[in-house]
């Protein structure tokens, strides 16, 4: 077993390398996934507790986690800890990483939204000029979309809106509740189109990779896993070039491993991979592993408050949840940004927060009670656009607990997405007026960069190998037997949430792969 | 079968609906325990039974000033009062369970809180010429109002002051309703409910940042242990 050349090695058991796992081993290939994590397991990990059996009353263990927002002290131990893998950054440019190394990775928790990127993304600089456009069009994605939908079970409407591509969808067709039949109303003669929202119903209430892509790829007989595996580098073929394998720390023992595969591909997630690749001296002839960071705009957003449904009046108000897609820059053109934004439109039945009351005691009670599940949440999701300069690189003085250098980020946001974040919030306020609902509070300032757990790019994929690092089968221009698979090979960030498409796009490098491979051209 | 294994099968024994007990003709032997010792970790055998530090015993102060303290401990008075059947943050021991958060916060936290207090007791010995901690609940409210604002997660005000004063409002708040206190205490309308959520205790935790010889440390699992459910595989 020792020196046992396995057929492909897949570093990350996300939602990527799942996928890519999945196809694979289908095709009988034979495919080794490391995990930097371990496994985990709900029955032994796990178990529901009130907040003041927890260490800091529910609040987030202080130091270990700062940069995670989403994060509190239940959740606290699945992220990984930033005194174990730290990153680095200015001061003054803050990035929010946000990470899990447990097997199946971010894919046990992210939110479920499933949105197909258009051809308004694929396409972008042919409509405004700026960034470049990306090799492939929704046309060659659509079919490995319908796929991923299709194991995802996400939940839609075809609502035939240009920039939101219909799919394969179970149909959602519950009417809308009244706030958003009164929220619709305003929105649509301003042409701001509202659609249901896309979530992937998964099973079990999961959809994850570990539910819905690994048992697949285990059922073959042709996937082995190992736990615990923090991959230092990759190794190279000293006649050849070609990378050939990787070497690795286990994270308990601290015993430096390796393995050897005649491809590897990558699925760490976005800025993982790109570690492991500047890490490794491989794959950046064009000079641009690391370049044009991106993510989305998160944080800037309106509560308000649907007064009919306040002193209990909830159930035929409130409870249903819409998504407004990018309606900027589509059929008109504003001069104040490029690209555009969506709203994430919540009707919701929960208690509003105190912090919407500037009261206390007593009185701010009485406020609670009174807009119980009146809330009304309208947040953004914004395009971030891709720049050269926006980028990470490898820290060279800093290292983590096993002694591999660390990232050093350096991105910040421009005028662009702070003024579309002003946008964003002054056309949320306009339609919360227009239907009646009193506006409580409202913030136009962005979160740090990073925030939204939707970083891409730094591997950009193109036909052209000088202007990107990998092709339109997600494989690198310089070793054609190295293919990265997850969110880092993003040409432009879109406002959708990127988790369908880094499914199609390793479904699709996968399947590429295979062929090439049963042709014996890799 | 694995040790754990065998606890947890023990455990889950004990647990189980009588229906199923009953249905056993006879004591089946007891299985073959891994340690002879394990099988007295049955499901009768009784857990000891253990008290939240936090109700019995005494903490020191390790962060505010004695005096920091007091006009915490008023503010969270003001600001948090019992309503209803629901106890204060006072009640709540928020007072002291901050000086413990905010003393192993980070470097910014902690400020904002030291130059707060200290803002606020020079504002009330300016204004009414006497501590904060001595003041009426209409006086404190007084300094305090101007500042209150509304604001959405994660963004706090920035504007002096007002930062420090939304931002101990949320904490005594949180720390109060996650409080046992308040959890203890009936439940009437729409008051906060403490939280309570699945914990996730720390999974094969590393222990390198602890320890710098952490090499030498005998790892506890060598490698993964079967899981105790079966990965679910679906129709397609």
Known sequence: MLNETYDVLII??????????????????????????????????????????????????????????????????????????????????????????????????????????????????????????????????????????????????????????????????????????????????????????RRAQGRDGLASSVNLLLPDAESTGKLTSIANAVVRELTVDKNTGLPNGCNFVDRLTHREMSVK????????????????LLNSNLANSSGLVGRYLMDQVYGPGVLASVPEARKGNINAWMGSAAIVPRFRNITSKTDKFLRGYAINTTASVDPVPARNFATYGAELQRKLDEYNGSGFYMTIMGEVLGRYENHVRIDKDRKDAWGIPVLHVDTKYTDNEFNMAKDAVETACELADAAGFEVLSKN????????????????????????????????SHDHKNLFVVDGAQFASAGWQNPTTTILALSMRASEYLAGEMLRQNI | MRRR?????????????????????????????????????????????????????????RFFSPQQMATLTRLSEVLMPPVGEKPGAVQAQTPMFLDFLIGNSPEERRRVYSKGLDWLNTESTKKFNADFAKLTDAQAGELLKPWLRTWLNDHPPTEEHADFVNIAHDDIRTATVNSREWFAAPQVGAEPRTEEELYWSPIQPDLSPLSSSSASVPPHVQAVPPSGHPMPSYKR
């Open chain 1, 12 to 197: 990350g058991s996300g939602h990527s390398g799942g996928m890519a796992a999945k196809i694979l081993t289908e095709y009988g290939i034979r495919c080794i996934i490391l995990n930097a994590g371990p496994v985990a397991d709900v029955t032994r990990h796990a178990e529901r507790k009130p907040a003041y059996e927890l260490p800091y009353r529910g609040f987030r263990p202080p130091g270990q986690i700062e940069h995670v927002f989403q994060s509190n002290g239940f959740n606290a131990n699945v992220w990984v800890d930033e005194r174990e893998v730290p990153y680095t950054f200015e001061p003054d440019r803050p990035f929010n990483w946000v990470r899990v190394r447990l097997f199946g990775g971010r894919s046990l928790f992210w939110s479920r939204q499933s949105f197909r990127l258009s051809d308004y993304e694929f396409k972008a600089k042919s409509h405004d000029g700026f960034g470049e456009d990306w090799p492939i069009s929704h046309a060659d994605l659509a079919p490995y979309y319908s796929r991923v939908e299709g194991i995802l079970r996400v939940m839609g409407a075809q609502d035939g809106v240009p920039q939101l591509p219909n799919g394969n969808f179970i149909p959602d067709d519950a009417p809308w509740t009244l706030a958003l039949q009164k929220f619709i109303a305003v929105a649509k003669p301003r042409g701001i189109p509202v659609c249901k929202q």
């Open chain 1, 261 to 276: 595969a005649r491809v590897v591909v990558l699925a760490a997630g976005t800025l993982e991979s790109t570690r492991i």
């Open chain 1, 444 to 475: 136009d300032k962005p979160n740090p960069p990073g925030y939204s757990i939707h970083e891409v790019g730094t591997c950009r994929m193109g036909d052209d190998p000088k202007k990107s690092v990998l092709n339109k089968f997600s494989q």
């Open chain 2, 5 to 61: 294994d065998f606890v947890r099968a023990i455990l889950a024994a004990g647990a189980a609906p009588k229906i199923l007990l009953s249905q056993q003709a006879a004591a089946p032997p007891p299985p073959p325990a891994p340690v002879p010792w394990l099988l007295g970790l049955n499901s009768k055998t009784p857990m000891p039974h253990v008290e939240a530090a936090e109700q019995v015993a005494a903490a020191e102060l």
